[in-house]
Nanobody, 125 residues
């Protein structure tokens, strides 16, 4: 069984920064990509960013471009999300995800095979 464990969430004022980290444990697996989703209260889940290991390509949702940076290590199945210039609308539960098979662009929820339990990010105004 594969587990993705997130860390680094918390409470921050608008304009501040947070760094989320995620590491895989349990049964070894080879991932094509890892990324982050988020879900705000009363809203659907949204893909935030993802990184592909074969090319190192990164993709971002328009809402976070220029503010968030994704990085990681495909050999270790770890991924980080550096979040700068945070806004109240970034408040959500953030989920680490991993995909075993190739897909294009950011992908959708069905492209990802493994999900973490989530970590809360709250940005106060």
């Amino acid at each position: 069984q594969v587990q993705l464990v997130e860390s680094g969430g918390g409470l921050v004022q608008a304009g501040g920064s947070l760094r989320l980290s995620c590491a895989a444990s349990g049964r070894p697996f080879s991932s094509y990509a890892m990324g982050w989703f988020r879900q705000a209260p009363g809203q659907g889940r949204e893909i935030v960013a993802r990184i592909g290991w074969s090319s190192g390509s990164t993709y971002y949702a328009d809402s976070v471009k220029g503010r968030f940076t994704i990085s990681g290590d495909g050999a270790k199945n770890t991924v980080d999300l550096q979040m700068n210039s945070l806004k109240p609308e970034d408040t959500a539960v953030y989920y680490c995800v991993a995909a075993r098979l190739p897909f294009y662009g950011l992908g959708t929820g069905s492209d990802y095979d493994y999900w973490g339990q989530g970590t809360q990010v709250t940005v106060s105004s």
